[in-house]
């Protein structure tokens, strides 16, 4: 039987300790003929981060023993991880377990230096903070999970159940998978990534220097703005809008406006029951197609998926 153990650490979230538990920690009775031997692995008088003290019938030692070891969200991103958890789930890998985190997992696997030069992911408000404390890290903020193999990320707090049911479609075929996911009331694989649940960051310039132009271009994203209208706005050649625009944003003219323009659709597509066209034409990106395209390439989903999602017009909201 696969051995599978989770890490209890002390003030570990609840949701994503609960996830592991959830699928691998009951008995499948008519899924599947052997499920896992599953553990839950904690130091004495460990408490999760709502004061529960689980009842844990093993140490961390005993990740070393283990096929698969999951990893739930670490209690913070900003203090070092535990280094006897750190330490043991180097043990754990270098034994050749499988390693799986979820949410902010990635942390202790990145403190381990088992991410070291492979693609990760976490949840999107911590991504920068991974990238930037252990640059060998391949941070992909915009997926729901990673599998390189034999170390699997998730990216936050509801994706771990997305990895965990990847864990059993590996482990016991898609049709397993499938009828867990029904059980658990949730679909077996969700469409898109992250993207769809981040807010838009879109650079905000210094108000002095282009302001007054960027929020005369926003009441007028239906009208075919160019670098050619908006530096006659301001007064300026179409070459130094560009180079004052770099300096003050980051990006081009062009690039901003058409984030601006999706963020706009993402709010019609949310607020109201405009037709597709009509949310096409009012951002300013033409035709539904282009719409299509531009959402789908920044958002992760298509437009009218996206609204099935996050609408607020949809039954059961209000």
């Given at each position: 039987m696969h051995t599978l153990a989770v890490a209890v650490t002390e003030g570990v979230p609840i949701f994503e300790l609960a996830i592991p538990c959830e699928v691998f920690g009951y008995e499948r009775e008519g899924l599947a003929g052997s499920w896992y031997d599953f553990r839950l692995c904690a130091a004495p008088g460990t408490r999760t981060a709502a004061g529960f003290a689980p009842h844990a019938g093993h140490g961390l030692d005993a990740l070393a023993e283990a096929d698969t070891v999951v990893i739930p969200a670490c209690a913070s991103v900003l203090d070092d991880q535990p280094s006897d958890l750190v330490e043991a789930v180097r043990a754990a890998h270098g034994n050749?377990?499988?390693v799986v985190s979820l949410c902010t997992g990635a942390f202790v696997l990145a403190a381990a230096g088992i991410l070291?030069?492979?693609?990760?992911?976490?949840?999107w408000m911590h991504a920068a903070q991974l990238a930037a404390r252990y640059p060998k890290v391949l941070v992909d903020a915009s997926v729901l999970y990673i599998d390189d193999g034999d170390v699997l990320t998730s990216a936050g707090t509801a994706?771990?159940?997305?990895?965990?049911l990847h864990v059993v479609r590996n482990d016991h075929g898609a049709a397993v998978?499938?009828?867990?996911?029904?059980r658990l009331v949730m679909p077996a694989h969700r469409p898109g990534g992250q993207a769809q649940y981040i807010d838009a960051a879109i650079p905000v310039p210094d108000a002095d220097e282009l302001g007054p132009l960027l929020d005369w271009a926003r009441h007028r994203l239906h009208e075919p703005l160019t670098v050619t209208a908006l530096a006659r706005r301001a007064n300026v050649t179409p070459r130094t809008l560009i180079r004052r625009f770099h300096a003050a944003t980051g990006t081009t003219p062009m690039a901003w406006l058409r984030g601006i323009r999706i963020d706009h659709a993402r709010g019609l597509l949310e607020t109201t029951d405009l037709p597709v066209d009509q949310i096409a034409e009012r951002s300013g990106l033409g035709t539904p197609a282009n719409l299509r395209h531009h959402f789908t390439r920044a958002v992760g989903v298509p437009p009218t998926t996206y609204r099935r999602t996050f609408s607020e017009l949809r039954p059961g909201c209000g």
């Open positions: 050749g377990a499988r070291d030069g492979r693609p990760a992911t976490t949840h994706a771990g159940l997305d990895l965990c998978a499938g009828a867990l996911a029904k």
